[in-house]
């Protein structure tokens, strides 16, 4: 009773942070922005998601289900490359972004432009 209300909690969290993801995909102005919400948010809500999936694997495997370890085994390894690409993914797609021109919305500093900004050293600052 108590492990599945822990799976339950994992599964509302999950769908929390995946649901945080779309609105910020919908939400914030630039591309570099909206890869930091639909990078960070929806690998955060995968951990969450994967994991229950994992722990009710392993339920039904103590349970003598032999299909539950093999559940269990192919959501770890789903997590893994989830891990492994959401990050170079995002990355890619930011750097191409920004070779291609894109400038970040309301940046004041953009230290990999070859060109500088029109921004004097008090306002880098903080200054007025």
Not at 3 to 18: A, Q, R, T
Not at 39 to 62: A, D, E, R, Y
Not at 78 to 98: D, E, K, M, Q, Y
Not at 112 to 125: G, I, K, Y
Request: charged content about 15%; aromatic content about 8%; hydrophobic content about 50%.
């Amino acid at each position: 009773m108590i492990f599945d209300l822990v799976i339950y909690v994992l599964i509302g969290i999950g769908l929390f942070f995946n649901i945080l993801a779309g609105i910020g995909l919908l939400r914030f102005p630039d591309v570099y922005t909206r890869l930091h919400a639909g990078t960070k948010c929806t690998t955060f809500g995968s951990i969450f998601l994967i994991g229950s999936v994992i722990l009710l694997g392993l339920k039904m495997w103590w349970e003598k289900d032999t299909n539950g370890s093999v559940l269990a085994l192919h959501s770890a390894l789903a997590l893994v490359a989830i891990l492994l690409t959401n990050p170079v993914g995002a990355h890619a797609i930011a750097r191409a972004a920004h070779r291609s021109g894109i400038k970040p919305a309301q940046a004041v500093i953009d230290e990999l432009s070859e060109e500088p900004m029109n921004v004097t050293t008090d306002e880098r600052r903080g200054g007025d």
